[in-house]
């Protein structure tokens, strides 16, 4: 009976290892899995012998506020896999944790074949950590269709399995979403002047400080320009509107949602959206964007040295082209906002070339189910089913 480890140090993670464990138990039922991981893991089959629940590495601080946390964690995995006779360890994402402890993993069981799912984005920064997937992965899974040839030539070997967040987009329905907020679900790109402008400002006390108050003049503005657009800004789960408001005041006639980010951006007609992925999500759906992001002097210094990409938004990295404007930075500003939004609401040829770019993406990442694909590549890895 094929045994396997799945690590996830991030929530974030953690639906994408529980949809790998699913199609991995459906390629091969006899299959037994022991995890670090949450309840997602735990309801999709798997043993837990490190509790990752409500954990994140979301930048230096908080890995360093939690560095006591993922050092255990660490030893128990590296304990089960000592203890456990298992025919492969799968990692999921977050390389902090994990670059780490396949090195340990693989001085230790040099026979034990260690697969990364969700490759570590090495080109925006710390290309050196290639030597790592070299030397103890066996194989590295790809979520984009560029990385396979990247990886490939820096002599890993790596492979491209499909997008997850496309999948798990497929059946996103923002019916009910367009219908609370009063706008039509059929019309939303052929009006956009009338439709959802969808704004996610960050997660991030940090973040929020530096983008919020100039979102919130810009939707001031919106409101003056375009009485039948309504803006509805998404609320993170740590983040409630009154903390906006500490922030900045609330422009009137905003509303805000908290909980459904994806049916909002299926919902929408534009959206305005800080860095992350939040801006693949809306490519994938074909929303017509603009996409900001600041960071504190220091940081954008040390960004400036150590990043190795001329752009941030994933949907131009994936076009290596400017598909969506970009404001970064002092061009991060409540006047530039305003002035793309009015754009693409004035300009419906611009609209919907941009509509049509950003779907073309989408069909560039193919159709086939991502953790099936991971599932078969993971599964060459596991001893063969016995006959009969």
């Not at 995890?35 to 990752?52: H, I, P, T």
Request: charged share 25%.
């Amino acid at each position: 009976m094929p045994k396997i480890l799945l690590s996830t140090a991030e929530v974030s993670a953690e639906t994408h290892a529980a949809d790998l464990l699913a199609a991995l138990k459906a390629l091969r039922p006899d299959l037994e899995a022991d995890a670090g991981g949450g309840r997602l893991l735990a309801a999709a089959g798997a043993r837990l012998v490190a509790d990752m629940s409500g954990k994140a590495v979301m930048g230096l601080k908080d890995a360093f506020a939690s560095l006591s946390f993922y050092r255990e964690s660490g030893k128990k995995l590296v304990a089960a896999v000592k203890r456990e006779r298992y025919d492969a360890v799968v990692v999921v994402d977050a390389p902090s944790f994990h670059l780490p402890l396949a090195k340990i993993i693989h001085r230790d069981r040099p026979d034990l074949p260690i697969i990364y799912y969700i490759a570590p984005k090495l080109w925006v920064w710390k290309r050196w950590r290639a030597e790592s997937l070299r030397r103890d992965f066996a194989k590295t899974l790809c979520i984009f269709p560029f990385e396979e040839r990247y990886f490939g030539g820096l002599g890993v070997n790596a492979v491209y399995v499909g997008n997850p967040t496309r999948d798990q987009l497929r059946n996103v329905d923002g019916k009910a979403v367009a219908a609370r907020f009063g706008v039509s679900w059929e019309r939303r790109h052929e009006e956009p002047e009338k439709g959802l402008l969808a704004v996610f400002p960050g997660s991030r006390k940090g973040e929020l400080s530096r983008l919020w108050p100039e979102m919130a003049r810009a939707l001031a503005g919106v409101r003056r320009r375009f009485p039948g657009l309504k803006p509805v800004v998404s609320l993170a789960r740590n983040i409630a509107a009154a903390d906006l408001a500490a922030i900045h005041p609330l422009p009137e006639g905003v509303d805000f949602s908290s909980g459904d980010s994806r049916e909002l951006l299926a919902a929408a007609s534009l959206v305005v959206a800080k860095s992350g992925t939040t801006t693949l999500e809306a490519a994938l759906l074909g929303k017509p964007m603009l996409v900001c992001y600041r960071v504190d002097a220091p940081s954008f210094i040390l960004a400036m040295f150590v990043i190795r990409i001329a752009r941030v938004a994933l949907p131009n990295i994936l076009a290596g082209d400017e598909v969506v404007r970009e404001f970064l930075q002092d061009q991060a500003t409540a006047a530039n906002f305003l002035g793309e939004i009015e754009r693409l609401l004035a300009d419906r040829r611009y609209y919907r070339t941009m509509r049509s770019r950003l779907l073309s993406l989408a069909d560039g990442l193919g159709e086939e189910n991502s953790a099936l694909r991971a599932a078969r590549e993971i599964a060459a890895f596991l001893p063969p089913r016995p006959p009969g």
